[in-house]
């Protein structure tokens, strides 16, 4: 079965301290994979996305994933945190056996201390 | 470029009426939408895809005759909650894919801002 887990519910860094964000996934297809954010009663808005082109995948804001298919992950950093990167981050799967099934990861709500 | 819109972001109701909540795909088409539903500090639910032109295709679970959703054209999906009860209370949130802009599977879906629906 397919599926997404992201590691953290709740990740806390200082500002301007380094954040990675974890997500692992579950498939026997070639995937594409996404990471969003949402802050507070807004919908998403994509960072980046992996379509099975380069493996580091640079998004915006600064942030940038790796997609690694040994590990089966594609985990989210960023080098330097800011007060306003405080939000929910959603990594989601889209698997090539059906183009139409979407799989979200639980959510990881990144703090960012002062 | 791939903005999504929804209308109304914020609807107040009594129970027993309808809602009807519009999502369109501003500078692209979208034979695909999808609605979710969220509930407070929890991730999305996918409720149903809506395909242009024809029924939508639900989630298991979903009730279709209470959550009717219409894709009349390529960049306008409509979802109706008929009968609202306070239970429906919920952020709904819809997505289009960009079909200009990959292949199937990888396909990027764009998200509209929600709309927060409260039922008294």
């Known amino acids: 079965a397919q599926s997404v887990t992201q590691l953290d519910s709740h990740v806390s860094v200082s500002e301007g301290t380094p954040v990675l964000l974890r997500c692992n996934y579950s498939s026997s297809y070639s995937p594409s994979l996404f990471w969003y954010v949402q802050h507070p009663n807004k919908g998403l808005q994509l960072l980046l996305k992996y379509t099975s082109a380069a493996t580091l995948v640079k998004g915006i804001n600064g942030f940038e994933a790796e997609f690694k298919k040994s590990e089966t992950s594609f985990h989210l950093t960023k080098p330097s945190a800011h007060m306003s990167d405080a939000a929910e981050y959603f990594c989601v799967v889209t698997l090539y056996s059906s183009a139409s099934k979407i799989i979200f990861g639980s959510g990881t709500r990144l703090s960012i201390r002062p | ?120």
């Open chain 2, 1 to 120: 470029g791939a903005v999504v819109s929804q209308h109304p972001s914020w609807v107040i109701c009594k129970s027993g009426t309808s809602v009807k909540i519009e999502c369109r795909s501003l500078d692209f088409q979208a034979t695909t939408m999808f609605w979710y539903r969220q509930f407070p500090k929890q991730s999305l639910m996918l409720m149903a895809t809506s395909n242009e032109g024809s029924k939508a295709t639900y989630e298991q679970g979903v009730e279709k005759d209470k959550f009717l959703i219409n894709h009349a054209s390529l960049t306008l999906s409509t979802l109706t909650v008929t009968s609202a009860h306070p239970e429906d209370s919920s952020f709904y949130i819809c997505s289009a894919r960009d079909q200009g802009r990959g292949v199937g599977w990888q396909e990027t879906q764009y998200f509209g801002p929600g709309t927060r629906l409260l039922v008294l």
